[in-house]
């Protein structure tokens, strides 16, 4: 059958899955065992509760994917760019976790920086937070559509600040950096899409 030229199910805004948000797992983890959509982030996560932990709420904001390259233009003698090679290449993600669950905060502060005594956790803020980390992200891309963003490699350098108010959620934003990864042939990361209308 021919493909249509315009296809509504292909288009529609990108939302949390019913049935979790992001998940996440200790470095060197096989990411191949997640890819399964057929099965949500929670059922995954019920099946490989020692490795895979859920990463609770997101906020609405959802997930933001940064693409950030660097080029070298080549001019000709008249001033014209003839040729343009790329110098860099990264992938990082931006995302705001609302639960200040212990998965959360190991990930944002350092698995070595959160330890839990009784009813009491503990936190310590020093440079020791960037632990590689396997990221899962599920959100729903059209009436029939999900999609799965798996970071097999990700990195957290960086992190926004946290506010303490009256009016606002209290949120750890960290950004995650996606570094090449050998289970995927180096590349940052991979999107699957499933049509649950095909399955």
């Known amino acids: 059958m021919a493909e249509t030229m315009l296809d509504t199910s292909n288009i529609g805004i990108g939302k ?5 948000y992001a998940c996440v797992a200790p470095a060197g983890t096989d990411p191949t065992a997640y890819i399964d959509m057929t099965k949500t982030l929670d059922e995954l996560c019920k099946a490989s509760a020692s490795v895979l932990k859920s990463l609770g709420y997101v906020s609405e904001d959802g997930v933001t994917l940064v693409t950030d390259t660097d080029s070298n233009d080549t001019p000709d003698w008249s001033g014209k760019t003839i040729d343009s090679q790329m110098t860099s290449y ?32 503990t936190i310590r803020h020093n440079q020791n937070f960037s ?20 970071i097999p490699n990700g990195v957290i350098v960086e992190r926004d600040d946290v506010e303490y108010n009256n009016s606002d959620l209290a949120g750890y934003k960290p950004t995650i950096k996606c570094l ?20």
């Open 16 to 20: 949390g899955r019913d049935g979790g």
């Open 90 to 121: 990264a992938e990082s993600v931006e995302v705001m976790f609302l639960e200040s669950r212990e998965s959360v905060l190991k990930c944002v502060f350092g698995d070595s920086n959160v330890s839990a005594s009784g009813a009491t956790t």
């Open 131 to 150: 632990g590689s980390h396997l990221y899962v992200f599920d959100c729903v891309v059209s009436a029939t559509k999900v999609k799965r963003i798996v």
């Open 180 to 199: 090449p990864s050998t289970f995927f042939e180096g590349d940052c990361l991979r999107e699957y899409i499933y049509d649950t209308a095909s399955a």
